[in-house]
């Protein structure tokens, strides 16, 4: 677990509080959690951000291929 998810939960946990014990601020936190959700999905990550991605595949014409195939001389 990532310093990033404990502060979420955290964050969630305080939201959900105060939204349970003040309806105005509940429906304010909600509000704004919509439209952090909604700009997180239509931005997309950042480049060069810590999330994982898959590697680059290598091409077979420049991929090294071991030349243990050695032919044989008769002497």
Known sequence: ???TD???LVLG???TYVGFKDEKK???LVVGVA???VLYLLLGPRPGSSEQQAPTPVPA???SVPSST???SSG
């Open 13 to 15: 946990g305080l939201a």
């Open 35 to 37: 439209v952090v959700t």
């Open 61 to 63: 014409s420049t991929a």
């Open 70 to 72: 050695t032919t044989a």
């Open 26 to 28: 509940g429906v304010a």
């Open 6 to 8: 404990i502060v979420v």
């Open 1 to 3: 677990m990532t310093l």
